[in-house]
């Protein structure tokens, strides 16, 4: 018998990661990416650990804790350079069950690419249309265009729409969605080799504004920063010029990490977000994951967290010997609640950290210092509360055995049931 085919349309981490943990249960998987390469666009990414454990599914986790870079203090500082709140990565350990891991974007798609076992099917430099979502009796069906303008019909038992905010499948989904609004705020993104006297960790609250220096574990450094803006606006010179204008009056080490980077290096981005959920992360023989189903604000660090999340849970449903309306919306039903709720969590941060009133950021300062100095063990977890009933998910399995590409090759979690109710 054939063996059941999926096809992936989107290499980013959510795309990816739902390729290897098919691949895993057996799946024939081929990627389809519009992009030429797969060199990720961005900087930095924050892997927590509930996308942590969510990679020891497919044997991933541990290649991820090893990359932690910092140890040390971190914590929130005022631009002045006054710490409001101090925290070390041991404490998020303690508290989550694993470090909070930041990564070169690069590195975890070499990771994830890596994993496969068949890293050819990534198909760079090709667009993919749904064409048909299928049934419970025909497949779905995918339209493929090249660069060079070849054309390819393909039939799949499932299809993942992982294409990311602007997601063409959803649209065709979901018509009627408003899909994503303007967060309110622009980022700015950027990193750096190595600076040359050390740094803590931290990230800084302005009026409107917030900036993050974080160290990579190859020593080089990822900065981010934000404001309060309307969308649309670009810097009349260029984005180093506006960041200079912006926080070069900042504390050490944020003059020295502009000094360090060149306008090439600065990327900027407007945030998106979708305020409303979709009705269902599925249709037909379609899943959607990632930021093509709940684009979420950065504030949290957990856009691609939960891609990965949402990957894994899809593969843990989509048997290939299972029904896919079933498979499909058991998935939706798991994935929807959490990601609805950790896009709201997001949503409300973004409004902690964007305030632009003088007299509520002073508030806002003035707490998190009294309570700072008052309780030291408090206030040093305030700072990872934002995660709580996040960063400490669990997934549904513990681990395909990494030479198994099938199903029993899955150890559940004891107490976990199955969650397929095949009866439906
Ligand atoms: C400033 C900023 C900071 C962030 N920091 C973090 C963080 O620290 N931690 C975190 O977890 N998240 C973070 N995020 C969010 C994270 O970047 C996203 O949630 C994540 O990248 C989503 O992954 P994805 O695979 O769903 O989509 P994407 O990464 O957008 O991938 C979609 C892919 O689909 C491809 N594609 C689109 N259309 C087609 C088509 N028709 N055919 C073929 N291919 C197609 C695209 O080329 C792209 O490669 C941040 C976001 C921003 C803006």
């Given amino acids: 018998m054939r063996t059941p085919r999926a096809l992936v349309i989107g290499a980013g981490i959510g795309g990816l990661t739902a390729a290897v943990a098919l691949e895993r249960r057996g799946w024939d998987v081929t990627v389809l990416e519009r992009a030429a390469t797969l060199e990720p666009v961005g900087a930095g990414i924050s892997v927590s650990p509930n996308a942590q454990r969510a990679l020891d599914v497919i044997g991933l986790g541990d290649a991820v804790r090893d990359l932690r870079a ?3 203090v971190g914590g929130l500082r005022t631009p002045s350079g006054r710490w409001l709140v101090r925290t070390t990565n041991d404490v998020a350990a303690e508290r989550f069950g694993g470090p909070l891991v930041l990564l070169h974007r690069a590195t975890l798609v070499e990771l994830l690419r890596g994993a496969l076992a068949e890293p050819g099917r990534v ?5 993919a249309a749904l064409v048909d979502p299928g049934g419970t009796e025909t497949p779905a069906v995918v339209r493929e265009r090249t660069a060079g303008g070849a054309e390819r019909r393909h039939e799949a038992e499932l299809v993942v729409a992982a294409d ?3 997601s063409a499948v959803r649209r065709a989904l979901f018509p009627s969605h408003a899909g994503p609004r303007y967060a309110r705020f622009t980022t700015w993104r950027t990193v750096v080799d190595g600076l040359d006297a050390p740094f803590a960790a931290h990230e800084t609250w302005g009026r409107g504004t917030f900036w993050g220096t974080q160290p990579l574990p ?9 404001a309060t803006l ?3 606006l670009r810097a009349p010179d260029d984005e180093l010029a506006e960041l200079v204008r912006r926080f070069g009056a900042w504390h050490d080490p944020i003059p020295r990490v502009l000094e360090a980077t060149t306008p090439d290096r600065v990327l900027r981005n407007d945030v998106y977000e979708m305020a409303d959920p979709l009705p269902a992360y599925h249709h037909g023989r379609v899943a959607v994951l990632g930021d093509a189903a709940h684009a979420m604000s950065p504030r949290l660090g957990q856009g691609g967290n939960q891609a990965i999340e949402d990957a894994i ?24 609640p959490r990601a609805t709720a950790v896009g709201r969590r997001a949503a409300r941060m973004t409004r902690a950290t964007t305030l632009t009133s003088a007299p509520a950021c002073a508030l806002r300062d003035c707490a998190f210092g009294a309570l700072s100095a008052l309780v030291p063990k408090v206030s040093s977890l305030l700072a990872l509360r934002a995660l709580d009933g996040v960063a400490d998910w669990k997934p549904p399995v513990a681990t395909y055995a990494s030479d198994s590409r099938g199903t029993r090759g899955a150890r559940r979690r004891p107490e976990q049931e199955p969650h397929v109710d095949r009866t439906e």
């Fill in 123 to 127: 198909r760079t430099g090709t667009t």
């Fill in 313 to 336: 849970v899809l593969a843990h449903h989509a048997d290939p010997a299972a029904r896919m309306d079933v498979a499909l919306a058991a998935y939706t039903r798991e994935r929807l």
């Fill in 218 to 226: 190859d020593g080089r450094v990822y900065a981010y920063a934000a």
């Fill in 70 to 72: 910092w140890d040390e």
């Fill in 230 to 232: 309307p969308a649309g």
């Fill in 164 to 166: 990311g905010i602007h």
